[in-house]
């Protein structure tokens, strides 16, 4: 049986891949602080931004694959903070860093011995790791390192049948952007009137964009926006 292991699977983008997988057949482990409220997904309590998180939960991880050898990894838990390259401590940056970037990679070294021919990983990025705004300094450090990591781990699965891709959201209505702007309507309106559709993207579209690379192998190496177009100045 095929298997999506997913992180930050709990709410927004990573719950509506999870919801979606799951309606196609997979099944879900889980890896987040919060439970996933799905049911028969296989939930795993981690906090990432723990350095040492990877050698304390391998065990759990591996055991809760089961005889799984087709799997797809979606490295969605993000943290988005409020910083400006002024006051960006290195405290801060390096927590940023963990969950967004240090462990997706920490999660495949996992995962990489189990996974065999037609498994995919799927790193979630955003429209910032190829721009960038202000107020966000971590986080457009580490969606841009984390094209890195897609970029570096297509080549280094080159002839090992795994593929992989970065799905680019762009401003989507998810309880982390909600938290980011303070539930501010100002705020949120002035991000639709920046899209050409003028509306937030839903977790949902970025979920069956996630699907989409996962079970296209000819899509590898490859970043994705998931944007619904951004308005250009």
């Known amino acids: 049986m095929r298997t999506l292991v997913v992180t930050g699977g709990s709410k ?3 719950l ?22 799905l049911p028969g997904a296989i939930q795993l309590s981690v906090d990432m931004a723990e350095p040492g998180w990877a050698e304390l939960h391998a065990p759990a991880v591996l055991a809760a694959l089961g005889d799984s050898a087709q799997l797809v990894v979606v490295h969605n838990a993000a943290w988005l903070s409020k910083d400006r390259v002024e006051d960006l401590d290195g405290t801060r940056l390096a927590r940023v860093l963990q969950i ?3 462990a997706p990679q920490q999660l495949n070294r ?12 799927v790193y979630v990025g955003s429209t910032l790791g190829e721009k960038a705004v202000a107020g966000s ?7 841009h390192a984390l094209l890195g990591l897609m970029r570096a781990t297509c080549q280094d699965l080159a002839g090992r049948g795994i593929h992989t891709a970065c799905v680019c959201p762009g401003f989507t209505d998810t309880e982390m952007l909600r938290a980011h702007v303070g539930q501010d309507a100002g705020i949120l309106g002035a991000l639709a009137r920046g899209v ?7 977790p949902g579209e970025v979920a069956r964009t996630i699907l989409f690379c996962a079970e296209n192998p000819v899509i590898n190496g490859a970043v994705i926006h998931a944007n619904l177009g951004q308005v250009e100045h």
């Open 100 to 102: 967004n970037v240090v």
């Open 110 to 121: 996992i995962l990489l011995p189990r996974m065999g021919s037609s498994s995919a990983i």
């Open 16 to 37: 509506a891949t999870a919801e979606l997988f799951a309606a196609n057949g997979y099944r879900i482990v889980n890896l987040s602080r919060s439970a996933i409220p």
């Open 12 to 14: 927004g983008i990573g």
């Open 137 to 143: 300094c971590a986080y457009v450090v580490s969606k």
């Open 196 to 202: 050409t559709f003028g509306r937030l993207i839903e």
